[in-house]
């Protein structure tokens, strides 16, 4: 069951990051940096490019998935809840089951993953 989820997940991600790509490279969407300039922003360090670029940071970048270079952030983003939504699956399986350890580390693994989504906690700069 987990793994089934976890294959399907990975698949629609990959499938997602394909298109996008597609989308960006063959121009069917404006990209919010020309790929023609990406190179002149390459050498610097991520402060400088965010500055240069106005690129997105954090979760700014669902407000701008209008612009083809942003679109592939949404299958970065279903590869990552994949494990959450396969977390979230089998976990009334070990609730049923009364496993409190499985159910423990499910919980916990879930808290973990969505408080470094959500920026609560991360490493340092």
Not at 26 to 49: C, M, Q, S
Not at 110 to 117: E, P, T
């Amino acid at each position: 069951m987990y793994a089934d989820w976890l294959d399907t997940g990975t698949k629609i991600g990959f499938v997602a990051l394909v298109v996008t790509f597609f989308i960006h490279v063959f121009g069917l969407v404006p990209p919010g940096i020309a790929l023609e300039h990406l190179p002149l922003y390459w050498h610097l360090p991520v402060a400088d490019f965010i500055r240069m670029t106005g690129a997105p940071t954090g979760w700014a970048w669902v407000a701008r998935l209008g612009e083809a270079d942003l679109l592939n952030f949404i299958g970065v983003a279903i590869l990552g809840l994949v494990t959450v939504v396969c977390y979230l699956r089998v976990l009334p399986l070990f609730v049923r089951g009364r496993n409190r350890v499985f159910v423990a580390i499910c919980v916990a693994e879930v808290l973990v993953l969505l408080a470094a989504a959500l920026h609560l906690v991360g490493a340092g700069h």
